[in-house]
Antibody, heavy 124, light 105 residues
């Protein structure tokens, strides 16, 4: 069974940093692209970053470019999102999501499955 | 950048109703369009991928159609467990529509 378990969320002050982790199991991690999708309270879904299986190509939404860095350690089956210069508008549940297509050269096709999410709150 | 626009943003329907949700892309995206269902407090789950392919395990009352810029998600006979929010998503780059909340009439 595929499992994705996010961790690292919490309360952080504006301008602060946080690193999210997503521990994956139940599939050959390094052969699938992975993404971080966030959902602000009461709002819709927003993919902020994605990375290919090998880690050689990444995608960032304009809203986080230059502030967030996605990475992965295929030896540890773990996905990361390093977040700097956090703003109030970054407050959201952050989901880790696995791409559905194995060996894809793209960052994303469709997401299946998703983790349970971790809440990031940016507030003073 | 490609924009995805869903309509309506919400709707009220009764059990047994046929429900249709539309998603429009700001430019042609071929069939690179996926649909998700999200229930309160839960992560989204894929229903339809590549515009019209039914994800394994998803009931056949769900169907998707369209290509180019206009897409449709149809629930042929709404069931109590279908009351949720539905999102369309373009694959490259990963871009979501604003969502459609399906509520009980």
């Amino acid at each position: 069974e595929v499992q994705l378990l996010e961790s690292g969320g919490g309360l952080v002050q504006p301008g602060g940093s946080l690193r999210l982790s997503c521990a994956a199991s139940g599939f050959t991690f390094g052969t699938y692209a992975m993404s971080w999708v966030r959902q602000a309270p009461g709002k819709g879904l927003d993919c902020v970053s994605a990375i290919t299986g090998s880690g050689d190509s990444t995608y960032y939404a304009d809203s986080v470019k230059g502030r967030f860095t996605i990475s992965r350690d295929n030896s540890k089956n773990t996905l990361y999102l390093q977040m700097h210069s956090l703003r109030a508008e970054d407050t959201a549940v952050y989901y880790c999501a696995k791409d559905a297509v194995q060996y894809s050269s793209s960052w994303s096709n469709w997401f299946d499955p998703w983790g349970q999410g971790t809440l990031v709150t940016v507030s003073s | 950048d490609i924009q995805m626009t869903q309509s309506p943003s919400s709707l009220s329907a009764s059990v047994g109703d046929r429900v249709t949700i539309t998603c429009r892309a700001s430019q042609s995206i071929s069939s690179y369009l996926n649909w998700y269902q999200q229930k309160p407090g839960k992560a989204p789950e894929v229903l339809i991928y590549a515009a019209s392919s039914l994800q394994s395990g998803v009931p056949s009352r769900f169907s998707g159609s369209g290509s180019g810029t206009d897409f449709t998600l149809t629930i042929s006979s709404l069931q109590p467990e279908d009351f949720a929010t539905y999102y369309c998503q373009h694959s490259y780059p990963p871009t979501f529509g604003g969502g459609t909340k399906v509520e009980i009439k």
